[in-house]
């Protein structure tokens, strides 16, 4: 059953009162504001976001709801990214965090404005299995997402993200008692940290009603791993691209605050939709699923 949310005009009516509009207060928490953000950030207050999802258009050929973003030069998008960085940094904490989102053709120029600003910590690569390939080229199946901070003194909630894995060769003492693993009668398990290779991932797809007509949405897993790992509840997490909000959604879900900034106003109604959405069905167990298998069990060891 197609499960895609959509919007009825007595919808939008409703929900065209919630959103912001340009100018901003100067305070706004849990709130959708309508605009650029390269205009609205400047009036929000510097040193107070402590993670910053950046998930700007691809260097791509890309469309949305009647918006083109055309494809430009290495050179040139790197220098569209400069600026956004400069103009978002200011609103920044000293120990917040920043994840940027990106294909691989844009990682190189995000990787050279990156290392500019910020101290560049990682690259997650994600499987993103979609489409149906390529005939005189590899079948891109994955994306990227460069963890950068402001400092060294930073957010990483580690044991938020682990991944509960088979053991398949386990090691054990010389006792005969496992090592780093847990013999259970469903099998052997190890609690294991996060790695930058994500094969756990699946794009919203139609039958998901998490699912819009937004061309590059992400799932609300993905923004739940970055989110869990490096914020705190109560943290205020920005993101200037929002799309249809799918990181508001999940912030709010996790007990962060938030702000999402978007220019197109059918994406900033589709945003607030999921936010009241979010408060009749939460799902904090479905949106952590298998990130680390259930977020208040333990793995019980088969008595001997």
């Known amino acids: 059953m197609n499960r895609t949310l959509t919007l009825?005009?007595?919808?939008?009516?409703?929900?065209?009162?919630?959103?912001?509009?340009?100018?901003?207060?100067?305070?706004?928490?849990?709130?959708?504001?309508?605009g650029n953000c390269l205009d609205i950030a400047p009036e929000l207050p510097d040193h107070?976001?402590?993670?910053?999802?950046l998930d700007p258009p691809y260097n791509l050929n890309k469309a949305f709801n009647g918006k083109t973003f055309t494809k430009q030069s290495v050179a040139a998008y790197a220098q569209w990214l400069d600026q956004i960085c400069i103009t978002l940094q200011p609103l920044l904490k000293p120990t917040a965090s920043l994840y940027i989102c990106g294909d691989w053709f844009s990682s190189a120029s995000i990787f050279s404005v990156a290392h500019t600003h910020f101290h560049v910590r990682n690259r997650i690569t994600w499987e993103r299995e979609k489409g149906r390939g390529a005939r005189s080229n590899w079948k891109n199946t994955s994306e990227d997402i460069w963890?950068?901070?402001?400092?060294?003194?930073?957010?990483?909630?580690?044991?938020?993200?682990?991944?509960?894995?088979?053991?398949?060769?386990?090691?054990?003492?010389?006792?005969?008692?496992?090592?780093?693993?847990?013999?259970?009668?469903?099998?052997?398990?190890?609690?294991?940290?996060?790695s930058n290779l994500w094969t756990d991932i699946s794009?919203?797809?139609?039958?998901?009603?998490?699912?819009?007509?937004?061309p590059t949405q992400k799932s609300e897993k993905l923004i739940a791993k970055l989110i869990l790992a490096s914020s705190k509840p109560g943290d205020i997490v920005l993101d200037p691209f929002l799309g249809s909000g799918t990181t508001s959604a999940v912030a709010k879900k996790l007990q962060r605050q938030f702000i999402g900034i978007e220019m197109d106003e059918e994406y900033c109604l589709l945003a607030e939709r999921r936010l009241e959405l979010a408060d009749i069905h939460p799902d904090i167990q479905g949106l952590t699923q298998g990130i680390f298998w259930e977020r208040n069990t333990t793995i019980t060891p088969t008595t001997p």
């Not at 107070?48 to 999802?53: A, E, F, G, K, Y």
Request: proline share 9%; with cysteine.
């Open 8 to 34: 009825s005009e007595m919808d939008r009516e409703r929900l065209r009162s919630k959103l912001i509009q340009f100018p901003t207060p100067k305070t706004p928490l849990n709130v959708t504001i309508h």
């Open 147 to 194: 963890f950068c901070t402001c400092s060294n003194t930073y957010t990483f909630n580690s044991n938020a993200v682990k991944q509960r894995r088979k053991v398949l060769a386990p090691y054990r003492h010389q006792d005969g008692t496992p090592k780093d693993w847990v013999q259970t009668s469903q099998g052997n398990f190890r609690d294991t940290y996060p």
């Open 48 to 53: 107070t976001v402590d993670l910053l999802i």
């Open 203 to 214: 794009i919203p797809f139609w039958s998901m009603p998490e699912n819009t007509d937004h």
